[in-house]
């Protein structure tokens, strides 16, 4: 489990394609703070270390991607020099600051939208039919691992406000009208989703 919170900013450092599709990873992660087969989200996407080797400001790890999260995510467009977000898993007794989020992608957003709101920047992304039903107003929503409040939900749409803190620390300052984002929707909402076909179906 994670909670959407950002702790580093990777880079791409290699893709190697074929049988097994692996990705290196540079980070300022300290090395001994990391141990094979750790789960890290990678952009929203829990990924397992495979392997790693420290750097003199860091560390460089491996991660091993399967051909469904490729289709399923934006990891198949990463190249050398893409940067990514970040987030080690949640441990019992860490402050739960975002939301709880699994790592798991549930669909790939478009950006349609950006534009300053004074200090803050709104963006406003298109996401898939079938996730509409699971983001509200008010509501929590994970975009490329980042946790943020919904602030507006349209059929097909939705805009999130991003602080200038968060545009720093994370790949979503640099984000861009026709940019693929991975999304991941709410627990919760997913659940009571889940809850309100069952009863709809019962009656």
């Known amino acids: ?41 990678h952009a929203g996407a829990c990924l397992t270390v495979t392997s790693l080797r420290p750097e003199d400001e860091g560390t460089i790890h491996t991660v091993d991607v399967s051909p469904e999260t490729l289709d399923r995510t934006t990891l198949g467009d990463w190249k050398p020099g893409s940067r990514v977000n970040l987030e080690r898993s949640l441990k019992i007794g860490d402050e739960l600051g975002g939301h709880l989020v699994t790592g798991h992608v549930d669909g790939v957003g478009t950006v349609t939208r950006i534009e300053p709101a004074g200090e803050w920047t709104r963006i406003e992304i298109r996401l898939p039919d079938a996730l509409a039903r699971f983001v509200a107003e008010k509501g929590s ?21 991003i602080i200038p803190h968060t545009a720093a620390v ?17 627990l919760m909402a997913r659940y009571a989703a889940r809850l309100a076909q069952f009863e709809k179906a019962a009656m």
Do not use: C, Q
């Open 141 to 161: 929503i994970t975009v490329d691992g980042v946790s943020l409040t919904v602030n507006g939900a349209s059929r097909d749409a939705f805009t999130v406000m």
């Open 1 to 41: 489990m994670f909670t959407g919170l950002v702790s580093a900013v990777g880079e791409i450092v290699s893709v190697e394609a074929g049988g097994v599709h692996r990705f290196a990873v540079r980070s300022a992660y300290v090395p001994r703070s990391i141990e094979i087969g750790a789960s890290i989200a």
């Open 170 to 186: 994370t790949t979503l300052g640099a984000l861009k009208p026709g940019d693929s984002v991975n999304l991941e929707v709410d």
